[in-house]
């Protein structure tokens, strides 16, 4: 198998924005008539389900689907379970997203979960996985996973977006007290904090490292971290916990800081939506607030064939519907009219080779595609470096044929990764 390295980077060329110098505060969406809580698990009819169809939830109450069930939600209401409908993600993974219509009356006293939290790991792995943020406490909580530094990421790791950068510079002092919660949790001595180096602030993270990013994308991708600023490279197939490095946004640390001070789960997640005309809007939602809220109530009307992304616009994904929910680790929602929308061509490849000049792992992606869409997915990671890929999608902002590389590249990991788990 091919082992590069990415030592002999070549030069990005675009720039992640920085958080403007006047806090904006966010725009806060009201709680809607029904939440959509997605739930990584199938529905299945053979099984006797625990929640049904007219149940009523508290608000911060643990939902799971079956006896046997690891996945779970939160709900982030009081209120009645209205329906199940069944989801299906960009790679044909199968979930669940149950409609809570809300009941405001019964948000607080008995339509409240108290918690009683404790600090260690498990707690948080069976209660707290749903935090704004998503804390990666299922990682943590994994006893064959060793992790001996924990990187707070502070600096955005696609374009477009300031949501880590305006959660970092607003609540300091609760990151720094999530941190010391995780610490006591975990037992993991080192911490860091990524942060642009280019942004002007006198925050001080007190006895946190703070790794300094480079303006130039794709610095602040976690095998860019690890190569610039920890000195490790990541090698192919391997991801970050593989080398004892654990990545965390810095917003599932605010709210883990908040969870241990007032004793409830809390729901609010902050991101940046990017509008049809490029205005940037931060947001401040519920999580499940069906995104065709948010876009309502700043005016963007969603026509057919208009596209919805969830992530920046290098690593995003397209979502097929407006009612898709707020989720724990959306930073980022950007809406594209369908008349600015680049077309993907069928043109084959053109050899110009602008995909191996820009690619900051060396692959050469113009013939690992060949092999991805002729589904030869060993073939492509043993002779054409697929598992080096950092996932920058720089590659397919730059093809000149107009391929979707970064989809393919995205769906062969995928794939490669069934294939070995079911050899
Ligand atoms: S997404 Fe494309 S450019 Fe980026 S590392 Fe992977 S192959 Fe290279
Ligand atoms: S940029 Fe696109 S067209 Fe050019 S070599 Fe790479 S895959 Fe082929």
């Known amino acids: 198998m091919i082992k590069r ?65 690891t996945a779970y939600t939160i ?42 939290p404790v600090e260690e790991i498990g707690f948080a792995d069976q209660f707290l996985q749903k935090l704004p943020g998503a804390p990666p406490f299922g990682l943590l909580a994994n006893d064959d996973i060793k992790i001996n530094t924990i990187v707070i990421t502070c600096a955005d790791t696609d374009l477009l977006s300031t ?52 303006n130039a994308y794709p610095a602040t991708l976690p095998a860019m971290i690890m190569k610039n600023h920890l000195n490790m490279v990541l090698p192919a197939g391997k991801m970050p916990y593989d080398m004892g490095i654990c990545f965390v946004r810095a917003e599932a640390l605010v709210s883990l800081a908040r969870v241990y001070k007032t004793k409830a789960a809390v729901f609010d997640k902050i991101f940046t939506l990017i509008g049809k005309d490029g205005t940037r809007h931060r947001v401040r939602a519920t999580i499940g607030t069906p ?57 084959p490849c053109v050899n110009c080779g602008k995909c191996i000049r820009i690619c900051p792992a060396n692959i050469p992606v113009n013939m690992l595609v060949r092999y991805l869409e002729a589904d030869q997915y060993e073939e492509a990671a043993d002779r054409f470096d697929l598992g080096s890929c950092i996932e920058c999608g720089l590659c ?17 990991k995928h794939e490669l990764l069934t294939l070995r788990a079911n050899a």
Do not use: W
């Open 75 to 116: 709900s982030p209401v009081a209120g009645t379970i209205h329906l199940f409908d069944s989801y299906s993600d960009d790679f044909g993974n199968v979930a669940t997203f149950i409609i809570i219509k809300p009941d405001l009356s019964k948000s607080s006293g008995d339509g409240t979960v108290i918690l009683d």
């Open 5 to 69: 390295s990415f030592f002999s980077l070549n030069q990005p060329r675009l720039s992640y924005d920085l958080l403007e110098p006047d806090l904006k505060e966010p725009e806060v969406i009201p709680i809607p008539a029904s939440l959509s809580l997605l739930l990584p698990e199938a529905i299945d009819s053979t099984k006797q389900a625990l929640i049904k169809k007219g149940d009523a939830v508290k608000k911060g109450e643990k939902l799971t689907l079956y006896h046997d069930s």
């Open 163 to 214: 949501t880590s950068q305006y959660v970092g510079i607003k609540y300091p002092e609760e990151i720094k007290e999530g941190a010391n919660i995780l610490k006591r949790m975990t037992r993991v001595a080192k911490f860091c904090i990524t942060l642009p180096e280019d942004l002007k602030t006198q925050v001080s993270f007190d006895s946190i490292q703070v790794l300094k990013t480079s």
């Open 291 to 347: 995104l065709s809220k948010v876009f309502s109530r700043f005016g963007i009307h969603i026509n057919e064939q208009d596209r919805i992304i969830i992530g920046g616009p290098m690593r995003g994904f397209a979502t097929f519907t407006h009612h898709h929910p707020v989720l724990p680790d959306m930073d980022t929602v950007i809406v594209q009219d369908r008349d600015i929308i680049p077309h993907l061509s069928d043109t």
């Open 396 to 412: 397919a902002y730059v093809c000149t044929a107009r391929i979707p590389l970064y989809q393919y590249i995205r769906l062969g």
